[in-house]
């Protein structure tokens, strides 16, 4: 998944604040064994200068229409020949108009038009720049020409508003290239995740339940369905549309999630309990609603099957990846039931703070796994799945052909 070795990348950075991203985004595309030529814009280089992204891409940054070192020779022409993709970084509001009109006023619009290379755009402005009638018209235009657009999320801006208009963080466009040039690195590879709450009944009322909205692993389906994997979700009770592609099974408890799983866990691939899976579940159901006679009651609860720790016990078990909901040392409790479950791969989440968890649209994981970690940083739980999706396929392909 990771090899980008020997693909030449064309990345234009137009002006906005967004930019310093593009450094990052330059870094690990090399390091991915990509070569990238920057092309800045004039605004660009209004937030990011020419001497930075020289020194992380290693090579000279270009500006210039008209620079004469290089139009002697067509210079222009022969970089837009270069590409194996354009990626623009970020792509602001005036530079997709450009685009979406065809002018051929700065290097990078020119490039964008002399180029038989894919092109792919990473939006990043104010959120109400991007809702602007003038701006989905042209993010329209671009598209129905083939132009891509990675993004953007939704969230806080720098100009202190909330909305869609944040440009995909650059581990997420790094994703996006990767699956672009070896597009379905999990292709044919059957994925089984669990995701949501599970509910056990006290009464035909009442249950006891944890909080889960789903969203953590109804994103992952989208990711792996994206990542080519044939993929089932096991689902307790969410308010969720199932994601296009995935084969979905709806329960209500631990035991039928669980059973779920064993029924389907044969000739799967790779494994993730995403689950917020109920520990214990009342020993007795009452067949009519329970009635308010004593000022205490007392609830005897039994425990529920640990559904990821059984997967991973089984004699040839799937690459298994868990999650950990923790309110406090989540790294340290996490690592803990990694081993004691003896799974390949957990996430770790901090849940019960004032950002990410349960419930909420963002969230920032922790990945461990033997000899390994990787951490997630805050963001949209689309794009959270995506990176984790990635470093999924990485860890399962090196575990199950290591020669790759
Ligand atoms: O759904 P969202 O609102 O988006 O929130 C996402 C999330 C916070 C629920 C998710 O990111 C998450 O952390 N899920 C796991 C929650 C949890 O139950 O963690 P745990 O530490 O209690 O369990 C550890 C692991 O064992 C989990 O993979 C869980 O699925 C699994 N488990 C737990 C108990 C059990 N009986 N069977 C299990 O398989």
């Known amino acids: 998944m990771n090899g980008l070795a020997g693909k030449r990348i064309l990345l234009g950075i137009t002006g906005g604040i967004a930019a310093y991203k593009a450094i990052e985004l330059v870094r ?25 992204l020289q020194a992380v891409s290693g090579r000279p940054v270009r500006q210039d229409q008209f620079d004469p070192a290089h139009e002697a ?15 623009v970084v970020p792509a602001s509001a005036g530079f997709m108009a450009r685009l979406a009109s065809g002018f051929a006023d700065n290097l990078l619009a020119t490039l964008c038009l002399a180029t038989a290379a894919p092109i792919a755009l990473a939006p990043a402005m104010n959120q109400q720049m991007w809702q602007n009638a003038a701006t989905q018209d042209n993010v329209m235009r671009l598209q129905q020409r083939g132009i891509v657009l990675w993004g953007p999320a939704s969230g806080d801006q720098a100009c202190g508003e909330t909305g869609p ?3 995909l963080e650059p581990e997420a466009l790094l994703y996006r290239v990767q699956s672009h040039f070896s597009p379905g690195a999990l292709d044919g590879v059957r994925v089984l995740l669990t995701a949501g709450p599970t509910r056990e009944p006290l009464d035909p009322v009442r249950f006891i339940g944890n909080r889960s909205s789903g969203k953590m692993g109804f994103s992952l389906a989208t ?40 029924d389907r866990v044969g000739g799967c691939d790779i ?26 009651m007392e609830i005897r609860l039994v425990r529920n099957p640990d559904i990821l720790a059984r997967v991973a016990a089984r004699p ?13 040392d989540p790294e340290g409790y996490a690592e803990k039931k990694r081993i004691a479950k003896r799974i390949d791969m957990i996430a770790a989440n901090l849940v019960g703070a004032p950002e990410g968890g349960f419930e909420r649209d963002e ?11 990787e951490q997630l940083p805050m963001s949209d739980k689309r794009q959270l799945a995506e990176r984790l999706v990635a470093v999924v396929a990485e860890r399962y392909l090196a575990a199950r052909h290591p020669s790759r």
Not at 30 to 41: F, H, I, N, P, Y
Not at 73 to 87: K, P, Q, S
Not at 284 to 295: L, S, V, W
Not at 363 to 373: K, M
């Open 73 to 87: 020779a067509m210079g222009h022409i022969e970089l837009a020949r270069w590409a194996d993709m354009v990626l």
């Open 316 to 328: 040839a078990a799937p690459f298994t990846v868990g999650f950990a909901a923790e309110t406090q």
């Open 271 to 296: 494994f993730v309990g995403c689950a917020a899976v109920a520990d214990y579940r009342p020993e007795r159901i009452a067949n009519q609603k329970i009635k308010k006679h004593n000022d205490e």
């Open 363 to 373: 969230n920032a994981l922790t990945l461990l796994w033997e000899g390994g970690r």
């Open 223 to 262: 990711a792996f369905v994206a990542a080519g994997a044939r993929v089932e979700l096991v689902a307790g009770p969410v308010a969720l549309a199932t994601p296009a592609g995935v084969d979905r099974i709806d329960v209500e408890t631990a035991c039928e999630m669980e059973q779920a799983v064993m």
């Open 165 to 167: 208009g944040r440009m």
């Open 28 to 52: 690990l595309l090399g390091k991915s064994g990509a070569e990238v030529q920057v092309v800045l814009t004039g605004a660009a280089s209004q937030f990011v200068t020419p001497m930075t």
